[in-house]
């Protein structure tokens, strides 16, 4: 029988052990950093119900939408009735629609899970990635601070994650709302065209983007052109941008929602200075927009700054009502989405991620079969004591064990023989050091906690 070559899917991730430890380092650091900030968990299923899925979707969303069907109700021409989650947030509305009497609220929850989507595989774009979303939902109301909350959580996070330098951007969405409203561009597909321009401006020249503007299909005058680009092109200190924003909203072609979009961005910046949050790592950017139809307030980008071909990694913002296609409460949110499957592609491809220990952290040897019982009871009394400890049960050449070890990335090794055991002695290995000593056996849990602690 001829053999199958095995290959894995495109647009997929994975890993050797060592790799995946340092992956799974990351997701426990993100998932102790939610929790510092008092957020708690949520899972939702892998498939949703294709109508409640799309509810608030189709169009493109659903051109990329994996759908489910078993074997056994294949159908041609019959939609399946499921499909696998896109993001995160569409799951969301559902869940705090569906389960809105049970829920303390402000309701925090922090979510990390796998999602699918059906793209054109190409580096660190992938089917099927780990999205870590944490997200503050109101009754009725949510405080500006909470918007504030959010760049904290990030700052917190990816300074621990040892990424290197980065910078959080942010904006009100208000203020582009009002900007284009004043300028008479009023239709949503019209302002979206622009905003397409506009998010443009990290790839092309400010000049490819007027002419763009004001070229077919927008048409817009020089004029109204010039205008946009003089607010969305600007980005910096906090003082310097409000200051900028502060002199704008005094015209007299500004709308009301512009003013209110920059009286809330100055809201969360003196909340963001509350949070002990240092400017070194924060700048209002107004070209940050986040899709205009969908969120409605304070919106974030974070970007690692010596990787700046890299995009944002770590995204989000405001949006007035969760869960309007599923409940007629009004469920006001803000929250913030790290792709992290794909964060770690490009930092790996970087050579900034290394490999570190195994989660392994002692190896006991077999040096003589006659004292597996003796290898067993170590090994029991090290577990006991919360020590993450292998055995090796086959013998084997020592140097072949040790070999083993440092291949699995497992630092410490007990070796005891014959002689040690007459002696009741242990002989302790630091695999890294090559140092090694020989203590007394009722010692050896005492003295590989202390080390591995």
Same mark, same amino acid.
């Given at each position: 029988?001829?053999?199958?070559?095995?290959?894995?899917?495109?647009?997929?991730?994975?890993?050797?052990?060592?790799?995946?430890?340092?992956?799974?380092?990351?997701?426990?650091?993100?998932?102790?950093?939610?929790?510092?900030?008092?957020?708690?968990?949520?899972?939702?299923?892998?498939?949703?119900?294709?109508?409640?899925?799309?509810?608030?979707?189709?169009?493109?969303?659903?051109?990329?939408?994996?759908?489910?069907?078993?074997?056994?109700?294949?159908?041609?021409?019959?939609?399946?009735?499921?499909?696998?989650?896109?993001?995160?947030?569409?799951?969301?509305?559902?869940?705090?629609?569906?389960?809105?009497?049970?829920?303390?609220?402000?309701?925090?929850?922090?979510?990390?899970?796998?999602?699918?989507?059906?793209?054109?595989?190409?580096?660190?774009?992938?089917?099927?990635?780990?999205?870590?979303?944490?997200?503050?939902?109101?009754?009725?109301?949510?405080?500006?601070?909470?918007?504030?909350?959010?760049?904290?959580?990030?700052?917190?996070?990816?300074?621990?994650?040892?990424?290197?330098?980065?910078?959080?951007?942010?904006?009100?969405?208000?203020?582009?709302?009002?900007?284009?409203?004043?300028? +008479?561009?009023? %239709?949503?597909? #019209?302002?979206? &065209?622009? /905003? @397409?321009?506009?998010?443009?401006? $990290?790839?092309?020249?400010?000049?490819?983007?007027?002419?763009?503007?004001?070229?077919?299909?927008?048409?817009?005058?020089?004029?109204?052109?010039?205008?946009?680009?003089?607010?969305?092109?600007?980005?910096?200190?906090?003082?310097?941008?409000?200051?900028?924003?502060?002199?704008?909203?005094?015209?007299?072609?500004?709308?009301?929602?512009?003013?209110? +979009?920059?009286? %809330?961005?100055? #809201?969360?910046? &003196?909340? /963001? @200075?509350?949070?002990?949050?240092? $400017?070194?790592?924060?700048?209002?950017?107004?070209?940050?927009?986040?899709?205009?139809?969908?969120?409605?307030?304070?919106?974030?980008?974070?970007?690692?700054?010596?990787?700046?071909?890299?995009?944002?990694?770590?995204?989000?913002?405001?949006?007035?009502?969760?869960?309007?296609?599923?409940?007629?409460?009004?469920?006001?949110?803000?929250?913030?989405?790290?792709?992290?499957?794909?964060?770690?592609?490009?930092?790996?491809?970087?050579?900034?991620?290394?490999?570190?220990?195994?989660?392994?952290?002692?190896?006991?040897?077999?040096?003589?079969?006659?004292?597996?019982?003796?290898?067993?009871?170590?090994?029991?009394?090290?577990?006991?004591?919360?020590?993450?400890?292998?055995?090796?049960?086959?013998?084997?050449?020592?140097?072949?064990?040790?070999?083993?070890?440092?291949?699995?990335?497992?630092?410490?090794?007990?070796?005891?023989?014959?002689?040690?055991?007459?002696?009741?002695?242990?002989?302790?290995?630091?695999?890294?050091?090559?140092?090694?000593?020989?203590?007394?056996?009722?010692?050896?849990?005492?003295?590989?906690?202390?080390?591995?602690?």
């Amino acid at each position: 029988m001829a053999l199958t070559t095995p290959r894995t899917s495109p647009g997929t991730m994975e890993l050797l052990p060592r790799r995946q430890m340092v992956f799974q380092r990351m997701l426990d650091t993100i998932r102790r950093g939610f929790e510092r900030y008092g957020f708690v968990p949520v899972e939702t299923p892998v498939f949703e119900i294709a109508d409640v899925l799309l509810s608030k979707s189709g169009g493109e969303t659903e051109k990329q939408v994996y759908f489910v069907q078993s074997t056994g109700s294949l159908e041609q021409g019959h939609k399946p009735d499921l499909a696998l989650r896109f993001d995160l947030t569409v799951p969301l509305a559902r869940y705090v629609a569906e389960h809105e009497a049970d829920l303390a609220f402000p309701f925090r929850r922090y979510q990390i899970q796998r999602v699918y989507r059906g793209e054109r595989s190409q580096k660190a774009r992938y089917r099927e990635f780990y999205q870590c979303d944490i997200d503050v939902i109101g009754k009725d109301t949510l405080a500006l601070a909470y918007d504030a909350e959010m760049p904290a959580v990030i700052h917190t996070l990816f300074s621990e994650l040892n990424v290197g330098p980065f910078r959080i951007h942010f904006n009100n969405r208000k203020i582009l709302l009002g900007l284009f409203e004043g300028l +008479g561009i009023t %239709e949503a597909d #019209q302002r979206m &065209a622009v /905003l @397409r321009q506009v998010d443009r401006l $990290e790839k092309i020249s400010l000049e490819e983007v007027r002419s763009a503007l004001m070229g077919e299909g927008l048409g817009l005058t020089e004029g109204v052109a010039n205008r946009i680009l003089e607010v969305v092109g600007t980005h910096g200190t906090a003082a310097a941008v409000l200051g900028f924003l502060s002199a704008l909203k005094d015209r007299p072609d500004v709308n009301p929602i512009f003013r209110q +979009g920059v009286e %809330e961005l100055g #809201q969360v910046v &003196a909340a /963001l @200075r509350a949070f002990k949050v240092p $400017e070194t790592h924060w700048s209002i950017n107004l070209g940050i927009a986040r899709g205009l139809d969908y969120y409605t307030g304070t919106v974030y980008e974070t970007f690692l700054t010596d990787h700046p071909g890299m995009g944002s990694v770590c995204s989000g913002g405001r949006y007035d009502n969760l869960a309007s296609q599923y409940t007629k409460s009004r469920l006001p949110g803000v929250g913030i989405s790290i792709g992290l499957t794909r964060l770690f592609y490009v930092l790996s491809e970087a050579g900034l991620l290394k490999d570190g220990p195994s989660t392994v952290q002692v190896l006991v040897t077999q040096l003589d079969p006659t004292l597996l019982a003796d290898y067993l009871a170590i090994a029991a009394e090290l577990r006991a004591a919360g020590v993450n400890t292998e055995i090796q049960l086959e013998p084997a050449k020592i140097a072949r064990q040790f070999k083993y070890a440092d291949r699995a990335g497992i630092r410490y090794a007990v070796v005891m023989g014959l002689d040690e055991q007459a002696e009741d002695l242990v002989t302790v290995k630091d695999l890294v050091t090559g140092e090694q000593t020989r203590i007394p056996r009722g010692d050896v849990v005492a003295r590989l906690a202390a080390l591995v602690g």
